[in-house]
């Protein structure tokens, strides 16, 4: 067993990863259906090839008309049109409208050549086949004109947006079926530990079931990668190795990560490709360990499941999000609330401390640290609100401090 003879800060930590993700840059483009695009990274700009739409159209329903037939119409003085005809959405009429003339139109439908306005149904009135004009109406009244919503040439989405639902129906008005976006990064979970079971197993005797699988699985998942968890891998340098070398972008290494006697992660990742950064100034999760191995990154998180969380949240998860595109920053909405106890953290390293609130009342916004220690016991984390940080340089807060807490919500 060797020890940790220096750590590495979580600033120094974070350089090391950025800079490696500056050298990765996002992940290749693939074409997706728009039925599975929501949420996904579009990939490069979209330009709209077509006017949407490509035609005047009737926005109520009514009848076309010449505005200047109209001039002095009123409730008192009706003025008689002759009806032509009927225009349907989908339909191109086929005749001009000159003076004196109507034609009855429903919305979406195309305008007849002649007509510069639509005189909506309520302010007419139709005696036998007669109509009569209630109102005036300007020109270019209760019409939308060509390109209103979309202009042929124009840049519709950026490169970069995450596609909501309404950005699906606009491509697919101008006619995209499918979009080109950011590659969702491929995330092996290799859990080591030979007093592991899987999950689905009840723990028994000294054997405990696979927490971290279920939750890096679902951690990957939040931030867009694609997570392979096969099963539990022996701890034995093959079988590991084999793991490390699966074909993916991020491999993410549960237990074994330490200096210990099983820990044969750090070792085989120096060995074989590049054990960057290994003991961190922070608690939990000291033991994590980041490096290379060819084309992937590798994340060594200690097997304790608080430790394991907060390491994938603190390093792993950032690289997922930004290999897919996405923002590094947490996904945790952020709140500033009132500490009220203290709590001691030595200079030098950083500490995460979950923290529930005082009462219930959530306006109060009073917090109360509920751990800072056992990294051991995940379910503090599932009692937990949420977290805070409390940075390396710091030797605590004092109660009554104003406080980031990310939101476990
Ligand atoms: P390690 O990092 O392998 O030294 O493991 C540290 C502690 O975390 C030990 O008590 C392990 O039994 C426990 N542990 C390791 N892996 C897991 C896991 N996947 N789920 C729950 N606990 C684990
Ligand atoms: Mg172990």
Redesign the pocket.
């Known amino acids: 067993m060797r020890g940790f003879s220096e750590r590495a800060s979580v600033e120094q930590a974070l350089a090391w990863l950025d800079n490696e993700l500056d050298k990765l840059g996002q992940l290749s483009s693939e074409s997706v259906a728009l039925s599975q695009a929501a949420g996904r990274v579009l990939f490069e700009d979209v330009t709209s090839k077509v006017n949407v739409p490509d035609f005047n159209r009737a926005m109520m329903d009514g009848f076309g008309v010449l505005a200047s037939d109209l001039q002095g119409a009123s409730p008192e003085n009706p003025l008689a049109l002759n009806v032509v005809g009927e225009c349907l959405p989908g339909q191109i009429f086929p005749e001009a409208i000159s003076a004196g003339q109507a034609v009855k139109i429903m919305t979406g439908a195309p305008l007849p050549l002649g007509v510069d306005a639509v005189l909506p149904v309520e302010k007419t009135m139709s005696r036998g086949s007669t109509l009569f004009a209630l109102a005036e109406l300007e020109q270019g009244k209760n019409f939308g004109t060509v390109a209103e919503d979309i202009c042929s040439g124009e840049v519709v989405l950026h490169a970069g947006r995450i596609l909501r639902p309404q950005d699906l129906g606009v491509l697919s008005s101008i006619g995209h079926g499918s979009v080109s976006v950011i590659r969702q990064p491929k995330v092996r979970i290799v ?3 030979d ?2 079971l899987p999950a689905g197993a009840v723990p028994a005797g000294c054997q ?6 279920p ?1 890096l699985a679902a951690l990957v998942h939040r931030d867009s990668g694609i997570a392979n968890h096969p099963g ?1 891998v022996a ?1 034995n340098r093959e079988a590991i190795l084999e793991a490390l070398r699966d074909e993916v972008d991020v491999v993410l290494v ?5 200096v ?1 006697q ?2 044969h992660v750090p070792t085989l990742l120096a060995e074989h490709g590049d054990l960057a950064i290994h003991g961190i100034a922070m608690r939990p999760a000291g ?1 994590l360990g980041m490096g290379r191995l060819d084309g992937r990154l590798v994340f060594l ?5 608080v ?2 969380l907060w390491g994938y949240d603190l390093f792993a998860g950032r690289a997922i999000r930004r290999l897919g595109g996405k923002s590094p920053e947490w996904p945790y909405r952020k709140i500033s609330a009132c500490l009220s106890s203290g709590i001691k953290s030595p200079t030098g390293r950083l500490d995460y401390v979950r923290i529930k609130y005082v009462c219930r009342k959530l306006e109060d916004k009073q917090v109360e640290p509920l751990a800072r220690s056992g ?2 016991v ?1 379910s503090s984390t599932t009692r937990a609100a949420g977290f805070i940080v409390v940075p390396a340089e710091s030797p605590g807060l004092d109660a009554g401090s104003e406080v980031d807490v990310f939101l476990y919500d």
């Open positions: 859990v080591t530990g007093e592991l405990i079931v696979d927490a971290n699988g939750m539990i701890d549960s237990g074994g990560s330490s210990g099983e820990d033991p998180l200690p097997g304790n499941p430790a394991c990294a051991s995940l």
